[in-house]
């Protein structure tokens, strides 16, 4: 009994230290932030854009 929980401590002190799933969180968690700065851009300056657009449009 005491085999297995050495073994089963032992386990959880490596995955506990393993960090290569780290880099990839950060780099979604960036991604994530960077979209949602860009959806909020897009809806605070959707109706403005598409007002330009259409005066250039017309002006064509």
């Given at each position: ?21 780290v880099?990839?969180i ?5 991604a ?29």
């Open positions: 009994m005491l085999g297995l929980y050495v073994n089963l401590s032992e386990k959880i002190r490596k995955f506990a230290a393993d960090k290569s799933g880099t990839a950060e780099y979604g968690l960036i994530a932030g960077i979209a949602v700065a860009i959806i909020t851009a897009v809806g605070l300056l959707g109706d403005e854009l598409s007002d330009m657009f259409d005066d250039v449009t017309a002006a064509i």
